[in-house]
């Protein structure tokens, strides 16, 4: 705030009409932020947050093996609203942990109801924050939610940003390794988007590598990405890791994905994340085409 002023008053006086945009901005951007923190609360208690499944393919052979639950919020007078939004501001103000424990507890009871039901045991990756791996009561919330629906610790896939590693990494690293010991399955998020070092993936306790959408997206480096994409793969397969791209849009790209030898992929060329019960029927339509229940992957997919 204060080097948006200081730039306002040097400007001052030779461009007036930039420095009344700037700061229109500016104030709207703080207004539209204090808006979100003012209604965030009454928003969970009222069930305005909604749980979106995108489904998760085994390359090799098309099968569904899973999905990510993606939040969104159903404001009453705003409409959907994009986490890409409001995520980085829950992150600043806190709000994150219990956001994200609601997301943890809805989708384990997902997963219960399918059970019951008797649908294929697929997985379902979550996302955690860096503010809640920080969080004491992380490992007990995680434990004591699977208890009571039930479920193995491996339905549940951590999805951990690559960032998340960069401050602490050692408290980090820490506490991941015991959520590994019993039985989560570890996935890094954003992989290749720009903080993690060679070095740093070695003491990581992983699974799961989730390739950046950047790798695949990227059009006008296309030699070199597959350079890099193949470089990723063989590195993936001497740490027993496996990998997941997501932001794949194109037939290409999955061509190109499969000639790396990447496992998993994820993106809007196979489709968009989309509510539960719509979820549902893909999964069951899967199960008729395929006569069996889709093995649960997430059993050390590695
Ligand atoms: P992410 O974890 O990297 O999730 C992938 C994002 O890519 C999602 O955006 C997804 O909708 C989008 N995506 C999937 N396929 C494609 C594709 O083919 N092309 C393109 N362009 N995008 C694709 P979304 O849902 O807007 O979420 C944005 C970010 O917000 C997520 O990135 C994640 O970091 C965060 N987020 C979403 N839900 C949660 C949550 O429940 N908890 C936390 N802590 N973060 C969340
Ligand atoms: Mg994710
Ligand atoms: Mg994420
Ligand atoms: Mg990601």
Same mark, same amino acid.
């Given at each position: 705030c204060d080097r948006a002023l200081?730039?306002?008053?040097?400007?001052?006086?030779?461009?007036?009409?930039?420095?009344?945009?700037?700061?229109?901005?500016?104030?709207?951007?703080?207004l539209r932020e204090q808006a979100i923190t003012d209604s965030m609360e009454a928003a969970l208690e009222e069930k305005q947050f909604v749980i979106y499944l995108q489904p998760k393919f085994q390359i090799k052979d098309d099968q569904l093996v899973g999905a990510e639950a993606l939040v969104?919020?159903?404001? $009453?007078?705003?409409?959907?609203?994009?986490?890409?939004? #409001? @995520?980085?501001?829950?992150e600043r103000n806190g709000f994150i942990t219990k956001l994200d424990q609601y997301v943890w507890d809805q989708t384990c009871a997902t997963l219960r109801r399918?059970?019951?039901?008797?649908?294929?045991?697929?997985?379902?990756?979550?996302?955690?924050?860096?503010?809640?791996i920080y969080n004491s009561d992380l490992i007990e919330f995680l434990t004591r939610t699977l208890t009571k629906y039930e479920l193995q610790p491996s339905r549940l896939h951590l999805e951990i940003t690559e960032s998340a590693y960069t401050e602490n990494p050692g408290q980090i690293i820490?506490?991941?390794?015991?959520?590994?010991?019993?039985?989560?399955?570890?996935?890094?998020?954003?992989f290749g988007s720009g903080?993690?070092?060679?070095?740093?993936?070695?003491?990581? $306790?992983?699974?799961?590598?989730?390739?950046?959408?950047? #790798? @695949?997206?990227?059009?006008?480096?296309?030699?070199?990405?597959?350079?890099?994409?193949r470089f990723i793969m063989s590195l993936a397969r001497w740490m027993n890791l496996s990998v997941i791209a997501e932001g794949v849009e194109t037939r290409e790209q999955l061509e190109r994905l499969r000639e790396t030898g990447c496992?998993?992929?994820?993106?809007?060329?196979?489709?968009?994340?989309?509510?539960?019960?719509?979820?549902?029927?893909?999964?069951?339509?899967?199960?008729k085409q395929t006569g069996k229940t889709v093995q649960d992957d997430s059993a050390r997919i590695a």
């Open positions: 200081l730039a306002v008053r040097r400007i001052k006086g030779q461009y007036n009409i930039y420095v009344a945009a700037y700061d229109d901005t500016l104030r709207n951007k703080l969104r919020w159903n404001h $009453p007078k705003w409409g959907f609203q994009s986490p890409a939004e #409001f @995520i980085p501001l829950f399918w059970d019951e039901a008797g649908y294929p045991q697929i997985s379902v990756s979550v996302n955690v924050s860096r503010a809640d820490a506490t991941v390794q015991q959520l590994r010991t019993l039985g989560f399955v570890i996935e890094m998020d954003d903080y993690s070092s060679l070095n740093m993936l070695n003491q990581l $306790p992983l699974d799961i590598l989730k390739l950046d959408m950047k #790798f @695949i997206q990227n059009e006008t480096a296309k030699p070199t990405n597959q350079g890099i994409l496992d998993y992929v994820q993106g809007y060329y196979f489709a968009r994340p989309m509510p539960c019960d719509e979820f549902e029927k893909l999964l069951l339509q899967h199960q």
